[in-house]
């Protein structure tokens, strides 16, 4: 759906893939082999090149060389390692604390010298503003920098002064992500007004599941009062309409091409 | 596995109850919490949304046994609620039914359900269907029956022959399934109201019958009262909720694409506190709390 609006870039996302596979908060309860699984999935569909959120690499630097070498195979174009404890959670929920910067410097270049291709991009994510403050967390992306970290990923700056701050600061050695998760710690702006700020990616983690977990409340409810989904009919595709997204005359039609008739 | 669950009473005895029992589609950990949270007592793992969403390709019999089995999995550590899982074909023929029961079984289903197409299967309302002799089908419903290592776990029988050999052959063959154990009847994509009532009538006291609620597909839409008084015993509405979501994803990014921000959308979003309270984030987290070790020292 994201390729056929139009975008160049996906983000797998860690949270969304604990809501919805698992039914659970992002606590770090998703483990490695989950991810790299649905990672596979989605480039056994897909050309479009994917972000995937690796959490904190699910362990120490030798758990995340692991973690590399199985998400760039699965089919990752850029993987992100963060500065949490293991297990990790939810940038924007509360409790949340980070290992020293030199661990995670360790964790960075294992990531860097593990990857195959030298196009796998790496990220490097601190949460270290809501913990240790934006002067130390400015100090550690500047030593995942120099470790080898292709892309940064400051977590929920509080203020448009620090985006700005941070942009100017990495211009030319690192591009920085921006994060828009609503209702999070991070002030909401649009693509176009975080380019003006000096970001040079945005990610919208979060938005299609909030959407879709309101959408669902509304629909199970309709179908437990009615015994029907009529009062859906005009905000839901019908059978030939959900076909036609996902190819399925195409599919078969390719399927044909090998059929036993032709081989004779 | 497939014996009581907290707090649910089990498929058997819901489809004993004077009610028609109804199973919205899920096919995941969250779809099926939201089925359980909006207070249903049932709900159908479909094998369709399952290749919708994480394959991203249509019901043409692509998603493995495995993968489904994995699926089941993670809703079944997630919620209490019986399970009604679409085996699809059973991946082969009696022997890999035997596995596919051994497997789901032990996933956390409640039911299989197996159908008579031939493998690999399409879904029931795309052209260009096929079924494999009664024989084989009985022989595979059979098989099911005694791999089962719970009689709670109930076999759904289905037929798609209506389609292919027209109506008295699915009733010939359901009449089959039920000598060899089938527990439930799906006779699939019946085309009249008479056919409704007399396949109902007809089994009336020996085998349930469901009722597949497909927006758009072959049979008429009715809703559960009314399927109940048509004599049906279990309704699903299998891609309902797949449906609404394309939908709205559709929406949902051009908005995004269109506007670089998801600002037009957020009176249709849950926003950060509500998505947790929705995952329960805060239960989850204190009774982790009940686990830390200052409680041990």
Not at chain 2, 223 to 252: C, D, W
Request: proline fraction near 3%; include cysteine; aromatic fraction near 8%.
């Amino acid at each position: 759906m994201i390729v056929r609006a139009g975008f160049e870039a996906a983000y797998v996302s860690g949270g969304s893939i604990a809501y919805t596979k698992h039914g659970m908060p992002d606590i770090g309860l998703v483990s490695m082999n989950e991810v790299a699984t649905a990672i596979s999935l989605i480039a056994e569909r897909n050309d479009v090149p994917l972000i995937v959120d690796a959490d904190t690499g699910y362990g120490n630097a030798l758990n995340v060389r692991r973690t590399v070498r199985l998400f760039e195979a699965s089919g990752a174009a850029a993987v992100q390692l963060e500065d949490q404890t293991f297990p990790k959670r939810c940038g924007h929920l509360k409790g949340k604390t980070v290992v020293p910067t030199g661990e995670m410097v360790g964790k960075i270049k294992a990531a860097c010298d593990a990857r195959r291709s030298a196009d796998t991009l790496i990220v490097a994510r601190s949460d270290a503003i809501g913990v240790e403050g934006y002067a130390a967390t400015i100090e550690r992306a500047e030593r995942y920098v120099e470790a080898g970290a292709d892309v940064l990923f400051l977590e929920a700056p509080e203020t448009e002064q620090q985006q700005r701050d941070m942009c100017a600061r990495f211009k030319g050695r690192a591009p920085l992500i921006a994060n828009m998760v609503e209702g999070g710690a991070t002030p909401l702006r649009s693509a176009t007004e975080l380019e003006a700020l000096g970001y040079g990616i945005v990610i919208f983690p979060g938005g299609l599941f909030r959407a879709y977990s309101f959408l669902a409340t509304e629909y199970l409810a309709a179908l437990k009062r009615d015994g029907s989904a009529d009062a859906f009919r005009e905000r839901t595709y019908d059978f030939k309409q959900l076909n036609q997204l996902l190819g399925t005359e195409a599919i078969l039609a390719d399927g044909t091409r090998y059929d036993a008739e032709h081989f004779r | 596995m497939s014996a009581q669950r907290n707090g649910y009473t089990p498929l058997k005895q819901q489809l004993r109850g004077p009610d028609i029992v109804v199973a919205p589609g899920c096919f995941d950990a969250f779809s099926a919490m939201m089925v359980a949270r909006a207070g249903f007592s049932t709900a159908y793992v479909t094998g369709a949304s399952i290749a919708y969403t994480r394959l991203g390709m249509p019901d043409i019999g692509l998603v493995s046994m495995n993968e489904v089995a994995q699926t089941v999995s993670l809703i079944a550590e997630r919620v209490e609620i019986p399970l009604i899982v679409d085996g699809d074909t059973g991946y082969g023929n009696a022997l890999n039914v035997r596995r596919t029961v051994r497997l789901f079984e032990a996933s956390g289903a409640a039911a299989i359900q197996l159908e008579d197409q031939t493998f690999p299967k399409r879904c029931g309302h795309l052209k260009g269907k096929s079924v494999v002799p009664t024989g084989e089908m009985v022989g595979k419903i059979k098989a099911a029956c005694d791999a089962r290592r719970s009689s709670d776990f109930l076999v759904v029988a289905r037929t798609d022959a209506i389609a292919v050999n027209g109506y008295d052959d699915a009733i010939e063959r359901a009449e089959r399934f039920v000598a060899a154990g089938a527990d439930v009847l799906f006779i699939e994509a019946p085309e009249s109201e008479q056919q409704q009532r007399d396949m109902c009538a007809r089994f009336k006291g020996r085998a349930p019958l469901l009722a597949n609620m497909v927006e758009g597909g072959a049979t008429p839409l009715k809703n559960a009262k009314e399927l109940q008084s048509l004599g049906y015993g279990l309704v699903i509405f299998p891609g309902g909720l797949f449906r609404a979501y394309s939908h709205m994803a559709t929406e949902y990014f051009a908005t995004l694409k269109r506007d670089g921000t998801t600002n037009a959308f957020r009176n249709r979003m849950y926003d950060f506190k509500q998505i947790n309270e929705l995952l329960e984030t805060d239960k989850v987290l204190a009774q982790g709390g009940q686990y830390d070790a200052k409680n041990f020292s």
